[in-house]
């Protein structure tokens, strides 16, 4: 819609602005509720390093499998493989990431009490990280809505917009970053002094995505239609994680906090 800005007679695109911007909320928001409930925020992110890199390759290499294989064969290939140039990543291999990533994060954590308030630091700062991203990229072309004629259409607000091939598009990424708000306020009335509730948030919140990137334009693989409703490996993908983080809410509801 508003692809990119202008700056110092640079260009400075806003999926990349948002990319940013969400991480160094998650950062002030994981720090801040760490200290909140007396957890060590440099021991909670040892392996974040390499944990953003694990998750970036993830991301890119399951649309690299889709648009060229599963192994590079030539330097273009890796190039294209490593590159963040056009943002060619898939949801698939970045919910991949943040599972592995998260799970290894937790994995020295024998306690279930300690392990609910890591994952409920986790929920809140990744939610509320979202609410940016997702404006970011309503402003960005890499992903647009599927067209539409209803009131809730957008148009492009900048002349090298991609938008400006359609009439108007549904503003999904508005939705999602309202959406995002709207679960973070739901657990946050549930949880009150309890925990383990951000597990529940992750499961709201990975349905609402899934259903909303039905409204998104992009290559579908592995579709199943039921009438004129098409659901692809976005949408598996996101309801598998969304069922191991709901029986782990469920399982880990009759393990009593710490007093």
């Not at 909140?36 to 694990?54: A, E, G, S, T």
């Not at 963040?84 to 998260?102: A, D």
């Not at 148009?155 to 990424?173: A, C, G, R, T």
């Not at 598998?240 to 009593?256: E, S």
Request: a positive charge; one cysteine or more; charged letters at 10%.
């Amino acid at each position: 819609m508003y692809p990119y800005i202008i700056l110092w007679w640079s260009k400075f695109y806003m999926t990349g602005i948002g990319i940013i911007v969400s991480f160094l909320v998650f950062i002030g928001i994981a720090r801040y509720l760490t200290k909140k409930y007396h957890q060590n925020f440099w021991k909670l992110f040892y392996w974040l390093p390499f944990l953003i890199v694990l998750t970036y390759f993830l991301w890119s290499y399951v649309n690299f499998i889709f648009d060229v294989g599963i192994f590079p064969t030539n330097s273009s290939e890796f190039v294209q493989l490593l590159s963040p140039y056009g943002y060619k990543f898939h949801f698939t291999g970045l919910l991949i990431g943040m599972f592995v990533s998260i799970s290894v994060f937790l994995k020295k954590i024998v306690r279930i009490e300690n392990k609910k308030i890591r994952w409920d630091i986790l929920f809140f700062s990744l939610a509320l990280s979202l609410v940016p991203l997702w404006l970011f990229l309503l402003m960005g072309d890499n992903f647009v809505g599927i067209t539409t004629t209803t009131w809730l259409g957008i148009k492009s607000l900048h002349s090298d917009s991609q938008l400006n091939k359609f009439n108007l598009v549904y503003p999904i990424w508005l939705f999602l970053s309202l959406w995002s708000l709207f679960v973070v306020l739901g657990v946050k009335i549930l949880k009150k002094k309890k925990f383990g509730y951000g597990m529940l948030g992750f499961t709201i919140t990975l349905i609402l995505v899934s259903l909303i990137l039905m409204l998104q334009q992009y290559a579908r693989h592995a579709v199943f239609s039921l009438g004129n409703i098409m659901f692809d490996l976005k949408q598996y993908s996101a309801w598998i994680l969304a069922l191991i983080c709901y029986f782990t809410y469920k399982r880990w509801q009759k393990v009593p906090d710490l007093q």
